[in-house]
């Protein structure tokens, strides 16, 4: 069974950080291309940050560059999203995906539970 379990949400004032990460099983993340997307409530399903099977190419929507950072532990077959200067903007659920890259869709690829980030004073 594949399995992908997001953590690290939470609270946080605007300016602040967390730490997102991603435990997945029944997959290898070094074979599959990963993605972090977010859905604010009332809005669709968009894409934030991606990163390859190899490593080598990384995607970062317009909205976050510069502020977040996707990176991969191959030996602890995890995915993580470090996010920084957080905004409002930025309260939404935050979805960990495997098999998903350009198109972000939850018809493809395997999709975690979601991890609630909210950015309020």
């Known amino acids: 069974e594949v399995r992908l379990v997001e953590s690290g949400g939470g609270l946080v004032q605007p300016g602040g950080s967390l730490r997102l990460s991603c435990a997945v099983s029944g997959l290898t993340v070094s074979s599959y291309d990963m993605s972090w997307a977010r859905q604010a409530p009332g809005k669709g399903l968009e894409r934030v940050s991606s990163i390859n099977w190899s490593g080598r190419r990384t995607y970062y929507a317009d909205f976050v560059k510069g502020r977040f950072t996707i990176s991969r532990d191959n030996a602890k077959n995890a995915l993580y999203l470090q996010m920084n200067s957080l905004e409002p903007e930025d309260t939404a659920i935050y979805y960990c995906?495997?098999?998903?890259?350009?198109?972000?869709?939850?018809?493809?690829?395997?999709w975690g539970q979601g991890t609630q980030v909210t950015v309020s004073s």
């Open positions: 995906a495997a098999g998903v890259g350009q198109v972000v869709t939850r018809a493809y690829g395997y």
